[in-house]
């Protein structure tokens, strides 16, 4: 139900609310915004309307006008900082988004593991796919006694650390860019973040913009859900792109847009 939800927003909405709503008289966007001019309409029902939705109940999930890919749950490990260390009081703890496999919805999932290179690279096989198993113990806790079989063989300088979901979300979007080349806005794809991401998290989607941006999409838009996906009654008027206040654009803008030299875009579709 929650994916028909989601996919009913993308497709209704999805990019016609694509300008930021106005702002007060006298503010200022700080070169936030870039005007991208475009050849299609805003309404034309070709458009792709691809996404990537951050849901807070712990999966991230791929989604357009044609469907869905499979969810890709997560779990987050956070870093433990030494209290001794200089920078203690200052540091920011990494966040890792690990991938977990679920045999359900319900199943608490197990960590998915992976074998790395000395660049911090997965490893991958012949035919692209991570070099990765589900954890043992409780929760997938540690790496799996095959998995280290398979790297003490063929991999004995690679290490073993939990799969990002991010990087499965690149690898994912990597295998559909192609297919969807023949789309006017092929090029746009939207960040979905639930109302319950605040700016306080936002520092920990950095790398999931960095993979967006690495697979080649130009013009990274944000946008989020402001009601509840479970029910029918909430899908119009639920989803707007930059339905956020000054202040909460800022902070995207900090936190995710200028890292990686990017800006906000907004669509100048062609004049009637």
């Given at each position: 139900?929650?994916?028909?939800?989601?996919?009913?927003?993308?497709?209704i909405?999805?990019?016609?609310?694509?300008?930021?709503?106005e702002?007060?008289?006298?503010?200022?966007?700080?070169?936030?915004?870039?005007?991208v001019?475009?050849?299609f309409?805003?309404?034309?029902?070709?458009?792709?309307?691809?996404?990537?939705?951050?849901?807070?109940?712990?999966?991230?999930?791929?989604?357009?006008?044609?469907?869905?890919?499979?969810?890709?749950?997560?779990?987050?490990?956070?870093?433990?900082?030494?209290?001794?260390?200089?920078?203690?009081?200052?540091?920011?703890?990494?966040?890792?988004?690990?991938?977990?496999?679920?045999?359900?919805?319900?199943?608490?999932?197990?960590?998915?593991?992976?074998?790395?290179?000395?660049?911090?690279?997965?490893?991958t096989?012949?035919s692209?796919?991570?070099?990765?198993?589900?954890?043992?113990?409780?929760g997938?806790?540690?790496?799996?006694?095959?998995?280290?079989?398979?790297?003490?063989?063929?991999?004995p300088?690679?290490?073993?650390?939990?799969?990002?979901?991010?990087?499965?979300?690149?690898?994912?979007?990597?295998?559909?860019?192609?297919?969807?080349?023949?789309f006017p806005?092929?090029?746009?794809?939207?960040?979905?973040?639930?109302?319950?991401?605040?700016?306080?998290?936002?520092?920990?989607l950095?790398?999931?913009m960095?993979?967006?941006?690495?697979?080649?999409?130009?013009?990274?838009?944000?946008?989020?859900?402001?009601?509840?996906?479970d029910?029918?009654?909430?899908?119009?008027?639920?989803?707007?792109l930059?339905?956020?206040?000054?202040?909460?654009?800022?902070?995207?803008y900090?936190?995710?847009?200028?890292?990686?030299?990017?800006k906000?875009?907004?669509?100048?579709?062609?004049?009637?």
């Amino acid at each position: 139900m929650k994916k028909i939800i989601l996919f009913a927003i993308i497709s209704i909405i999805a990019v016609s609310c694509s300008t930021p709503k106005e702002r007060a008289k006298g503010s200022s966007d700080n070169g936030m915004f870039e005007d991208v001019p475009v050849s299609f309409e805003t309404n034309d029902s070709s458009l792709l309307h691809l996404a990537v939705a951050v849901k807070a109940d712990n999966y991230i999930v791929i989604a357009a006008r044609r469907g869905f890919q499979p969810n890709t749950y997560y779990t987050t490990l956070t870093e433990l900082i030494d209290p001794s260390s200089a920078d203690f009081r200052k540091r920011k703890p990494d966040v890792q988004y690990a991938a977990i496999h679920k045999e359900s919805e319900e199943d608490p999932g197990k960590i998915i593991w992976a074998l790395s290179d000395s660049n911090k690279a997965y490893i991958t096989d012949s035919s692209g796919a991570f070099i990765a198993l589900p954890g043992e113990g409780r929760g997938g806790a540690k790496p799996s006694d095959s998995l280290k079989a398979i790297r003490d063989k063929d991999f004995p300088d690679a290490k073993i650390e939990p799969l990002s979901a991010f990087n499965v979300i690149a690898k994912d979007l990597a295998t559909v860019r192609p297919r969807v080349a023949e789309f006017p806005d092929k090029d746009w794809i939207v960040l979905i973040l639930e109302n319950g991401l605040n700016r306080e998290h936002l520092y920990e989607l950095l790398p999931l913009m960095q993979a967006i941006k690495s697979v080649g999409f130009k013009h990274i838009q944000v946008g989020r859900n402001l009601g509840n996906l479970d029910t029918a009654k909430s899908v119009i008027g639920t989803y707007r792109l930059y339905d956020f206040e000054e202040k909460e654009l800022q902070g995207f803008y900090e936190e995710l847009y200028r890292p990686l030299n990017l800006k906000m875009p907004k669509i100048q579709a062609p004049n009637p």
